[in-house]
């Protein structure tokens, strides 16, 4: 009776630890998102673990070309493994890539506003921020500048709407969007009506904070003026822009699809006719 033998091959350790390595890597990426979301660590920890599993996708990357050429020019086993390295490194690195590329052209800062002279202020929100956050106060004229010459279109709404009206429409997008509006405040006959909101990015949640100032005008129009600012880092990737110029294009349709109360038409009085003077009586 035949016997017959099957000669397993090789596997190719490289490709073994590439995959090891973009596991490794993609678990700690997910810790690093699980982090931040649920606070259970500081910003800054959380950032460096995710850092470092950015880094490891990057060394299983090579791990696996290196592997492709032992497994060409050995005829070693490990295909498979490289592959699903290739894979994970490529899906940790690409949108970070894609982030840096676009990072090339935007400025180096992290607050937006509509209005960089006066721009609104946070109350609430400043007492919540914590010690290490970036300052609530603007930047000032070096940031404005920036901010100018990327994005000349993020300036001051004015609407024809009373201040009223207007504050309405902004808390009513700000709640639609699901922010978390910690303090808002009707504006008054001396006093700006004002908003203030927390938003979360959409992967690894970091916190940015929202203000909407609400300011009558001479005629009793309203000025509209946006700030969003970072809570951490230098460098927002144009977020915040972003967030402003979608944030006041909703609040200009909200505006738009109110319809505003028409005052009830006066009811006209019926004038009593007075009694004429020295009327003659008729003769008989």
Same mark, same amino acid.
């Given at each position: 009776?035949?016997?017959?033998?099957?000669?397993?091959?090789?596997?190719?350790? %490289?490709?073994? #630890?590439?995959?090891?390595?973009?596991?490794?890597?993609?678990?700690?990426?997910?810790?690093?998102?699980? $982090?931040?979301?649920?606070?259970?660590?500081?910003?800054?920890?959380?950032?460096?673990?995710?850092?470092?599993?950015?880094?490891? /996708?990057?060394?299983?990357?090579?791990?696996?070309?290196?592997?492709?050429?032992?497994?060409?020019?050995?005829? %070693?086993?490990?295909?498979?493994?490289?592959?699903? /390295?290739?894979? $994970?490194?490529?899906?940790?690195?690409?949108?970070?890539?894609?982030?840096?590329?676009? /990072?090339?052209?935007?400025? #180096?800062?992290?607050?937006?506003?509509?209005?960089?002279?006066?721009?609104?202020?946070?109350?609430? %929100?400043?007492?919540?921020?914590?010690?290490?956050? !970036?300052?609530?106060?603007?930047?000032? %004229?070096?940031?404005?500048?920036?901010?100018? !010459?990327?994005?000349?279109?993020?300036?001051?709404?004015?609407?024809?709407?009373?201040?009223?009206?207007?504050?309405?429409?902004?808390?009513?997008?700000?709640?639609?969007?699901?922010?978390?509006?910690?303090?808002?405040?009707?504006?008054?006959?001396?006093?700006?009506?004002?908003?203030? /909101?927390?938003?979360?990015?959409?992967?690894?949640?970091?916190?940015?904070?929202?203000?909407?100032?609400?300011?009558?005008?001479?005629?009793?129009?309203?000025?509209?003026?946006?700030?969003?600012?970072?809570?951490?880092?230098?460098?927002?990737?144009?977020? !915040?822009?972003?967030?402003?110029?979608?944030?006041?294009?909703?609040?200009?349709?909200?505006?738009?699809?109110?319809?505003?109360?028409?005052?009830?038409?006066?009811?006209?009085?019926?004038?009593?006719?007075?009694?004429?003077? !020295?009327?003659?009586?008729?003769?008989?």
């Amino acid at each position: 009776m035949l016997r017959r033998y099957i000669i397993e091959q090789p596997t190719s350790r %490289l490709a073994i #630890w590439a995959r090891r390595m973009a596991l490794f890597s993609l678990a700690a990426t997910v810790l690093a998102i699980v $982090i931040v979301r649920a606070g259970v660590l500081e910003i800054r920890p959380a950032l460096a673990t995710f850092a470092v599993a950015l880094a490891l /996708a990057v060394i299983a990357l090579l791990l696996a070309f290196a592997a492709f050429t032992v497994i060409w020019k050995d005829g %070693l086993d490990g295909m498979g493994s490289a592959l699903t /390295a290739i894979l $994970i490194g490529i899906g940790l690195l690409g949108y970070p890539a894609y982030l840096g590329v676009k /990072a090339y052209k935007l400025p #180096w800062i992290y607050d937006i506003t509509t209005d960089p002279i006066d721009p609104p202020r946070y109350e609430a %929100l400043a007492r919540i921020r914590p010690r290490d956050a !970036n300052p609530v106060i603007y930047a000032g %004229l070096s940031a404005a500048e920036q901010q100018r !010459n990327a994005y000349p279109d993020i300036e001051t709404m004015e609407q024809d709407a009373t201040p009223k009206a207007a504050y309405e429409a902004a808390l009513a997008v700000m709640t639609k969007r699901k922010w978390a509006v910690l303090a808002k405040r009707a504006p008054e006959a001396r006093r700006d009506g004002q908003i203030e /909101a927390v938003d979360r990015s959409l992967i690894m949640g970091f916190r940015d904070d929202i203000v909407v100032r609400i300011r009558a005008d001479t005629d009793g129009s309203s000025r509209i003026d946006v700030r969003s600012s970072s809570r951490y880092g230098t460098f927002d990737f144009g977020s !915040n822009a972003k967030r402003v110029r979608a944030l006041i294009d909703d609040i200009d349709d909200a505006i738009g699809d109110q319809k505003p109360e028409r005052p009830a038409a006066p009811v006209a009085k019926k004038q009593k006719t007075p009694p004429k003077a !020295n009327q003659p009586t008729a003769k008989r």
